[in-house]
């Protein structure tokens, strides 16, 4: 079975300040991993994804993530955070031996960024 | 190309009433998923369609739900009768197999909101 564990259902952070959203997963076989952004009123868009090839994973929007598997962690970052960030992101595992790209979700993260 | 559209976007209902939902993917894509987010928990997977046959099935909660997808083109989730605990927003997602350089990304469609009363 597999799981995933974001720290953090809410995060506030400064404009221009770093966007750090922390991800935890438990996989038993090596995984895919993928963060979405839910925007208001909007479905959820991939920001990036990770799958076994490089460990520094560049996204959309200047975001990236670093699989650490070591850690068993893929978390999230960007530099500076702009207002257009605040969004609702959420961090998935899917078993890349299965046929099909079932994800398993963490709770998501809200982010705000103040002015 | 037109993304994965989802109807209604907004449902409201009495308990014990019938709501259908429908998913329209993009065109091609065979794999069709549905979620669920209940407030305040996570996305957690329903199903899983390859073309027209139910590939997996282990997320359905009960058998209030059933999820068709005729001709393995748009598909439909039916609650039947609803219940409180059935709020939440429900999304559809579409893929294509795969294989080679694609790792079968999940499109996600906006969601249809359930509010059952």
């Known amino acids: 079975a597999q799981s995933v564990t974001q720290l953090g259902s809410h995060v506030s952070v400064s404009e221009g300040a770093l966007v750090l959203l922390r991800c935890n997963y438990s996989?038993?076989?090596?995984?895919?991993l993928f963060w979405y952004v839910q925007y208001p009123n909007q479905g959820l868009q991939l920001l990036l994804k990770?799958?076994?090839?490089?460990?520094l994973v560049k996204g959309i929007n200047g975001f990236e993530a670093e699989f650490k598997k070591s850690e068993t962690s893929f978390h999230l970052t960007k530099p500076s955070a702009h207002m257009s960030d605040a969004a609702e992101y959420f961090c998935a595992v899917s078993d890349w031996k299965a046929a099909g790209n079932k994800l398993t979700f963490g709770g998501g993260t809200r982010v705000l960024v103040k002015p | 190309e037109a993304g994965v559209t989802q109807f209604p976007s907004h449902s409201v209902i009495e308990k014990g009433q019938t709501v259908t939902l429908r998913c329209d993917p993009i065109s091609g894509h065979d794999n069709l998923y549905w979620y669920r987010r209940v407030m305040g928990k996570e996305i957690k997977f329903l199903l899983h369609?390859?073309?027209?046959?139910?590939?997996?099935e282990s997320g359905m909660p009960n058998n209030r739900f059933l999820a068709e997808r005729t001709g393995g083109t748009y598909s439909t989730l039916k609650v039947q009768p609803a219940e409180l605990e059935d709020s939440g927003v429900y999304f559809c997602?579409?893929?294509?197999?795969?294989?080679?350089?694609?790792?079968?990304?999940?499109?996600f469609g906006e969601g249809s909101r359930l509010t059952v009363l």
């Open positions: 996989s038993s076989v090596p995984p895919y």
């Open positions: 990770y799958t076994s090839a490089a460990t």
């Open positions: 369609f390859v073309k027209e046959s139910k590939q997996d």
């Open positions: 997602a579409s893929s294509q197999p795969r294989g080679g350089m694609n790792t079968g990304e999940l499109f």
